[in-house]
């Protein structure tokens, strides 16, 4: 068995043993150098089959439920924080500088609220693929076996099969 795979069958047993049953694997995951997997409060992450997680990432759940289908891929420096509710369907790949939030801060009286959030779920279709740097915003809920451009920020419904793109305004056609 090769070094780098010795090492990461340890970080993944290390996980494991680590959050016990707030977090599920499915199969074997792949986990590269520090990515950073986080459990707070009654959260909870479910994996699927042989999710892979390149270096630099960070997966949170704090009293939410993140929910990560099979065979998906975070490139690098991904960071996916889960306050309520956020669900990857199968085969979904990530590019890099991805982040995904179902949650803001909340603001009143002009003040940011430091520990208050407004949140609200995230789901995402099997077969999609998010290019490098989009940001998923809360609320966003993107169908099966879509594409989203490059450096697109997305709230709201995006229907199946669609390309989304952004030059000043959100673009959402048809992909075929």
């Known amino acids: 068995m090769s070094r780098v795979k010795f090492t990461e069958k340890i970080r993944y047993l290390f996980i494991r043993i680590k959050y016990k049953n707030r977090i599920q ?3 074997h995951a792949i ?22 997680i390149s270096a630099n ?10 929910e990560i289908g099979d065979n998906v891929f ?7 924080c889960c306050r309520l509710s956020v669900h990857i369907g199968n ?8 982040c995904v939030f179902d949650h803001d801060h909340l ?3 002009k003040v940011v609220k430091k520990n208050e959030y407004s949140v609200s779920q995230i789901s995402i279709g099997e077969g999609t693929w998010i290019g490098a740097g989009v940001i998923i915003l809360k609320g966003a809920h993107i169908g099966n076996g879509c594409v989203i451009g490059a450096g697109c ?3 709201g419904d995006i229907p199946d099969y669609s390309i ?8 959402i056609k048809d992909l075929y």
């Open 74 to 80: 975070f490139n690098r420096n991904c960071n996916i």
């Open 57 to 66: 990432s960070m997966l949170s759940a704090t009293n939410g439920v993140l």
């Open 91 to 98: 085969n979904c790949i990530f590019g890099p500088n991805c």
């Open 164 to 171: 989304v793109t952004s030059n000043r305004d959100l673009i």
């Open 153 to 155: 920020i997305v709230k």
């Open 31 to 52: 986990i590269q150098n520090n990515v950073l997997i986080r459990v707070r409060e009654n959260g909870t992450i479910k994996f699927g089959k042989r999710p892979s």
């Open 25 to 27: 694997f499915a199969n």
């Open 107 to 109: 603001i009143e009286n």
